[in-house]
């Protein structure tokens, strides 16, 4: 089950969509305020330690509206580690015990903006192989310092509409397992006001799940955007950038402690850098 020409379509599909996203904020810099130059993405290649493969950092700093944004792409081949192997065998992946070997690709965003107004978001969409199963994950979560009821609400139709053609429990059952995945057990909170999560997505039809994972990926830009453009102006003052930065605690704890994505690609030799993208420039602890 080699799968080459599948997950040369999925890998090639993940790039297209980084892309996008990286057009479209750059565009979104263009129309900016304040008198600061439009914020533009510093482009890096990524290799997998001596491993195969490897991605593209794209990070953008000190934007008319983005304070840091990463839009990272990859795709990584080699064998799975011990503890790797174990966990996945732990998980019912087939035959990971004899043959390690493992492929990997995907899209990762996390957007801290200037203005405390506008809310922080995360965006991943993935597909894990191996030669004796595949699988899909991802989803979208969004994580306002301070939450907008008419923001939230927007941002989750946008996601239940692009769930609603692929499966009519997908929504309801995402949304539940985001509010699990996103919890921070040593605060008792979420990190943010949620959105989706899936992974180990295995219907038996590629091609189906496939096109959910395109679904999620092509929902972002219309359920984040609005809400970019809507608060990127909205006044502020100290004590709102104080509760920013304090929030942003919050995501840097999580993501450092609990979170699969980074666990992996650090345990598995991606480049560090491209890894901890999704640090925010600036936190605060009280």
Not at 36 to 41: A, L, Q
Not at 48 to 63: I, K, Q
Not at 96 to 103: H, L, Q, S
Not at 139 to 156: I, R, S, Y
Request: with cysteine.
């Amino acid at each position: 089950m080699e799968m080459q020409d599948e997950r040369q379509e999925a890998a090639v599909w993940f790039r297209a969509l980084r892309d996008r996203i990286v057009a479209a904020f750059e565009a979104l810099e263009e129309r900016g305020p304040g008198s600061v130059p439009p914020g533009r993405f510093e482009m890096r290649e990524t290799k997998r330690g001596e491993e195969g493969g490897g991605g593209l950092m794209s990070v953008m700093r000190g934007g008319r509206v983005f304070e840091k944004v990463g839009v990272n792409w990859s795709a990584v081949h080699g064998d799975l580690s011990a503890a790797a192997r174990q966990s996945m065998a732990a998980r019912g992946v087939p035959g990971i015990e004899t043959d390690p070997r493992f492929w990997a690709s995907g899209i990762s965003l996390v957007a801290h903006m200037q203005n405390p107004h506008a809310p922080a978001v995360h965006m991943n969409t993935r597909m894990f192989w191996t030669p004796g199963a595949w699988w899909f994950g991802g989803g979208a979560d969004l994580n306002p310092c301070l939450e907008v009821a008419e923001d939230t609400a927007h941002f989750h139709a946008t996601l239940r509409d692009a769930c609603a053609a692929h499966g009519a429990d997908y929504y309801d059952r995402f949304k539940a397992w985001a509010d699990e995945y996103f919890f921070i057990p040593h605060r008792g909170r979420a990190r943010g006001v949620g959105g989706i999560f899936y992974d180990d997505l295995n219907s038996g039809d590629w091609r189906a799940d496939f096109a959910f994972t395109r679904a999620v990926g092509e929902a972002f830009l219309p359920a984040f955007l609005p809400l970019a453009e809507k608060r990127m102006a909205q006044p502020w003052g100290e004590a709102e950038k104080d509760a920013q930065l304090v929030h942003r605690g919050l995501y840097a704890e999580y993501n450092l402690v609990y979170d699969r994505g980074t666990k992996f690609g650090l345990a598995s030799g991606h480049d560090p850098e491209a890894v901890l993208m999704s640090l925010p420039p600036l936190a605060k602890w009280v």
